[in-house]
């Protein structure tokens, strides 16, 4: 049985993701959301989808990526 990393549950059904050599588990997608995806550097939400990068900057949408002045920035369709 493992322990979630994020909320301490122990579960018999944890799952590990490895990212840039590390290993972390997680009882569920919700708690690997938290310790994983990047936020939104304008509204704050996590990004769990395609998202918009510029210089290393992460935004959810092209919308958030233009209200901090990058008007090149366009959503994935």
Known sequence: MGTCIICHNRYDKTFEIMQAGRVYTFDCFECAIQALAPTCLHC??????????HDDKFFCCAHCAHSEGIPEARDRV
């Open 44 to 53: 704050g939400c996590r990004i769990i989808g395609h998202g918009v990068e």
